[in-house]
């Protein structure tokens, strides 16, 4: 199901439901762990794009940012759009995801995305999804369907493309990403337990915010975060069983562009998890990757 027929669902239901996360309340798939003796969990093809991305960030990472590409066309009926489709159809896509669609990672091909066109027959509109992380030398993963061929294009090292590796078995595009064997941030419990599952864009990181209250409060530590994306709905997540969260939804109150942007919050302390409307999802994802999120500051 795609989300923009889910938060359709949930903004009917009033909002209660959004709780359940951008995708419903299954959960993500789990990596599945390499026959190795570090059992570091690997990519598999049928992972949400948060826990795939995850199987290859590096340990010393901070933040990941994913964007479903896949999901963003089909907010606009846009399912089909390719790079082999025409121009004016791929300018609408992007006119209408950049005006209304929660993108976190920004486009990683997007500023080469007529070069690629030209040269090499495929470009943005081509992928699937697609993970920026920070920390250390920071990176990407993008997945691209079987019928592209991104090898040329790399090796002429163009924009982003250069030192990436192409793997022609999982179609993944990738960047300064984790070596087979090494530590990753699928095998933090902390780290996948804010996972999430299918959204239009899901940005996490490991750690709290910064700029908690100078006054006491309850609020328990944040070891990890995510905020997810789908239609007009935000889900933040900091791990299951947490007894701080509505005095953390009353922190949001004090930022304005928050208080603003995502309204109508509703916790769930069992799993966790906190439901906003966005008015903008633009301005909110612009917000969680530039501005210290109030609801997950340390204590």
Known sequence: MSVRRWSVAVLAAGLTLALAGCGGDDEPKRPEAAPTETTVP???????????????????????????????????????????????????????????????????????????????????????????????????????????????????????LKGAKFDRETHLITKHTAAPGDENWASEETMTAVAGGPATSTYVVKGCAEGGPKEKTRLAPVEAYSVEFGGGLATLRLGEDRDDLFHRLKLGDRVAAYKKTFTHGVADPSTGRIGFRVKNPVTAATLVTSKPVPFAVCD
């Open 42 to 160: 690997v990519y598999a093809a049928d992972m949400d794009p948060v826990m795939a991305a995850m199987t290859l960030v590096p340990a010393s990472a901070k933040t990941l940012a994913v964007t479903d590409y896949d999901e963003v066309k089909s907010l606009f009926g846009f399912d089909d759009v390719t790079g082999k489709s025409n121009p004016a159809k791929q300018n609408e896509l992007w006119s209408r995801a950049d005006k209304e669609a929660a993108q976190v990672s920004g486009g990683v091909l997007r500023d080469v995305d007529q070069q690629l066109l030209d040269k090499y027959d495929w470009g943005a509109a081509d992928v699937v999804w697609e993970a920026r992380f920070t920390g250390g030398k920071g990176g990407f993963v993008i997945k691209v369907p079987d019928r592209i061929k991104p090898g040329p294009a790399i090796k002429a090292g163009v924009g982003p």
